[in-house]
């Protein structure tokens, strides 16, 4: 584990292991880089460089209420890359990670990104009279209600493996998230509207579902099967929930590296 200061002053956590095609992990909202754990053995196992990364205020990284934002944490993975001198990626994205891929195609664009992986992310979570995709039950009506209960939600269907739970346990109690430092970048995070960037986006694209998850309000995948590009791909993974690569981590690491190798 290693750290690199960003732009402005913040210092990140961060892994890079392998030498072969660079894959980088990145966490949802209140995760750690420890989530990627199957994910970066099998993915060191198949030839892959693995870079997993702690975002502002999470996991091992600087705590701090300075550009608690998407776009921010967008320039954030930016500056990683620069700073690893990487000129072709793999990205992958779980919840809130999914969100900053796409903020990074918007600020970036998608030139160096080979391929990209979203987990269980709606491109908009905040419902309208036009869009129903987005977190259950969530409207301008109960946003400020809903947005405190969000870090409580049970997330997954099925229960993480022992091995799993004895690493975020201890990287948890070392270094615990604090709700109420990261409740501006979780509503920043609420309010954000991808549906137009990933319509926009040239690389291929594959989108991970959980059959089983229950915080969305309405099936947002219809809208990502209708998206009129011929490199985007949905994948729903059966009897899991909002984690399916800690869930079911055999089903979701064979899957992404169909997808990778296509």
């Not at 584990?1 to 210092?11: E, L």
């Not at 137009?196 to 291929?204: F, G, H, L, S, Y």
């Amino acid at each position: 584990m290693t750290s690199f200061v960003t732009s402005d002053k913040i210092k990140l956590s961060y892994t890079d292991q392998g030498k072969g095609q660079a894959v980088i992990l990145l966490n949802g909202y209140a995760g750690v880089k420890e989530e990627w754990y199957y994910q970066s053995i099998y993915l060191l196992k198949c030839g892959f460089r693995v870079i997993t990364l702690d975002w502002r205020s999470h996991g091992a990284s600087t705590r701090t209420t300075k550009n608690l934002k998407i776009m921010r944490l967008a320039a954030d993975l930016h500056e990683l890359i620069e700073n690893l001198k990487l000129t072709s990626v793999e990205l992958i994205g779980h919840s809130m990670g999914a969100s900053v891929i796409w903020a990074y195609t918007v600020l970036f664009g998608d030139q160096i990104i080979d391929r990209m992986v979203t987990i269980d992310e709606s491109p908009k979570l905040l419902n309208d009279e036009r869009w129903s995709g987005g977190l259950a039950n969530l409207k301008w009506d109960n946003f400020w209600l809903i947005s405190e209960q969000i870090p409580f939600l049970k997330m997954n269907k099925q229960p993480i493996s022992d091995e799993l739970r004895e690493i975020l346990n201890r990287v948890k109690k070392e270094t615990p998230f604090d709700v109420d430092l990261g409740h501006e970048l979780l509503i920043d995070h609420l309010l954000q509207d991808w549906r137009q960037a990933i319509r926009d986006i040239k690389v291929p694209q594959l989108f991970v579902k959980g059959a089983c998850t229950k915080i969305w309000g309405d099936d947002y995948s219809i809208y990502c099967e209708k998206i009129n590009n011929k490199y985007s791909k949905l994948i729903t993974i059966d009897n899991v929930g909002h984690m399916p690569q800690v869930e079911d981590y055999k089903s979701f690491n064979k899957a992404i590296f169909n997808f990778l190798k296509a």
